[in-house]
């Protein structure tokens, strides 16, 4: 899977459950400007709902979501 | 004169109000932790440490046995019952065989149940009980030890955690009654 997004920041949760991707996320997306993306991959089943959920929650911006094999990747831009 | 709803004085007024979209209102959550098992508590410290991801201001009100939470030496014991889960799965996998009531009531399986689950998170990179209370507290969590309970159990403020406040239901349900959510586990 490509996408066009360029991202500023990696962060990997592969293999890790519930709270930890979304705490981590949190983190990441504070270290970066604002404008700027972060790219978030996850193998949590949950990860795509809970990752909606927060962007709804935390006001981020999801610009582009994917899956490959069992992986689900995503690229959040920092809002604010 | 009566106000009417376009009233030119109160519409101005209405106007100027400071902050009502520049800020949004944060979130809050209002959590009862009645238990203590380690099985019992995993829940409401997955639930806090998201809410406080999520940049809510969450509160976990920690009464009757959900008190070992906050109290500094039992914290460091909590234990999965042997006994009285239906729910247990077979301990070994790929093995459809549970432990039967008569094995869990021997001396020692609660340790040995309590084993099992600390084994299960850890293969599952499940922080354990202190990793995901540390990450509850990094995001501004706060932790209430119940009062009453605290008498019932003669438990001093001292044994509490430092960071941990006592408080009384109803100062909870002051803050509960302004909460988004409200969940008891």
Not at chain 2, 153 to 171: P, R, W, Y
Request: hydrophobic letters at 45%; a negative charge.
């Amino acid at each position: 899977m490509t996408t066009d997004v360029q991202a500023d920041q990696v962060l990997d949760c592969s293999g890790l459950l519930c709270p930890i991707p979304v705490v981590k996320t949190s983190k990441a997306i504070k270290t970066i400007e604002v404008g700027q993306v972060l790219h978030m991959i996850a193998t949590d089943p949950g990860a795509p709902p809970d990752m909606e959920a927060w962007v709804r929650q935390t006001g981020h911006e999801m610009v582009a979501q994917a899956t490959e094999d069992d992986k689900f990747l995503f690229w959040f831009r920092r809002t604010k | 004169m009566t106000a009417q709803s376009g009233d030119p004085v109160l519409t101005a007024v209405e106007a100027v109000t400071p902050g009502a979209e520049a800020v949004p209102e944060q979130k809050k959550l209002a959590l009862v932790a009645s238990k203590g098992g380690l099985d019992e508590v995993y829940p409401i410290l997955i639930m806090a440490s998201t809410a406080g991801a999520l940049g809510w201001d969450a509160r976990v009100f920690c009464t009757f046995y959900g008190l070992d939470i906050v109290n500094a030496k039992r914290r460091k014991h909590l234990q999965v019952a042997a006994v009285g889960n239906a729910a247990a799965p077979p301990p070994f996998e790929g093995v459809p065989v549970k432990v039967p009531t008569i094995v869990g009531m021997l001396p020692g399986m609660q340790r040995v149940s309590t084993w099992f689950m600390k084994r299960w998170m850890k293969k599952s990179n499940i922080p354990d009980f202190e990793e995901l209370f540390e990450t509850c507290l990094e995001s501004d969590v706060t932790f209430y030890a119940c009062a009453t309970t605290m008498g019932v159990m003669n438990v001093k403020q001292d044994e509490i955690i430092e960071g941990a406040s006592c408080l009384g239901a109803t100062a909870f349900l002051d803050f509960a009654a302004e909460a988004d959510v409200a969940l008891f586990v």
